[in-house]
């Protein structure tokens, strides 16, 4: 069974603080993705990987960033924490291959900004 | 316009009815598609894949029609842990896009 791991289950910050988010995988996917889900509006890209130190955009990628230094470890970096970036943020993780496979979530990470 | 839309819901059905959630997307060259299930607070959970000659397993039916652009889940025989929102996911360019989701409720 997949298992996607995600460091924090809920995490309270502060306006301005650069905040870290990790997620794990041990099935040795080669894509890794972080997504934001708020009411009304779904779940939004915001970065992924292909590969080991390498990322692309997603949707709404301001404000954030990533790192990923080995396979199975994708991080998400707020910056300097803000208000609008408290939300439910979901890490996932899928193998290559023709055409897209379908993506494993970890258990996400309930964020609030105060 | 979103890119794939569904019907927000909430469906509130008796156990043992049948029912069936529809969703339109509009890239045309979406590649795979999908049906995921979400429970309150939790993760979304791969459902299961939707292939062009559509596919069953158990009491989930997934059709696809690409010339119309829509997807459809049928659940049959609905039980109360089928209490859920359903998600509709396409995939192209290496990414997934993801419907906002059908609620759907169960009741005795």
């Known amino acids: 069974d997949v298992k996607v791991t995600q460091s924090s289950r809920y995490l309270v910050k502060r306006t301005g603080e650069k905040v870290f988010l990790e997620c794990v995988q041990d099935?040795?996917?080669?894509?890794m993705f972080w997504y934001r889900q708020d009411p009304g509006l779904g779940l939004r890209l915001i970065y992924f990987?292909?590969?080991?130190?390498?990322?692309e955009k997603g949707d709404i990628p301001e404000g954030y960033s990533v790192s990923r230094e080995k396979k199975e470890r994708f991080s998400l970096i707020l910056e300097s924490a803000s208000t609008n970036q408290t939300s439910m943020y979901l890490c996932?993780?899928?193998?290559?291959?023709?055409?897209?496979?379908?993506?494993?979530f970890g258990d996400g990470t309930r964020l609030s900004i105060l | 316009r979103k890119e794939v839309e569904q019907d927000p819901g909430p469906f509130n059905v008796p156990e043992g009815a049948t029912v069936a959630f529809n969703c339109t997307y509009s890239?045309?060259?979406?590649?795979?598609f999908f049906w995921y299930r979400q429970d309150c607070r939790k993760e979304p959970k791969l459902l299961m894949s939707?292939?062009?000659s559509g596919n069953e397993d158990g009491r989930f039916t997934a059709q696809l029609n690409r010339a119309s652009q829509y997807i459809s889940l049928l659940i049959r025989d609905s039980k109360l842990s089928d209490s859920a929102t359903y998600l509709c996911?396409?995939?192209?360019?290496?990414?997934?896009?993801f419907g906002t989701g059908t609620q759907l409720k169960v009741e005795l």
């Open positions: 099935m040795d996917h080669e894509n």
């Open positions: 990987s292909y590969d080991v130190k390498m990322k």
């Open positions: 890239n045309s060259a979406s590649q795979s």
């Open positions: 996932a993780s899928s193998f290559s291959g023709f055409g897209n496979q379908p993506q494993h």
């Open positions: 996911v396409t995939g192209g360019g290496n990414k997934l896009t």
């Open positions: 939707v292939y062009s």
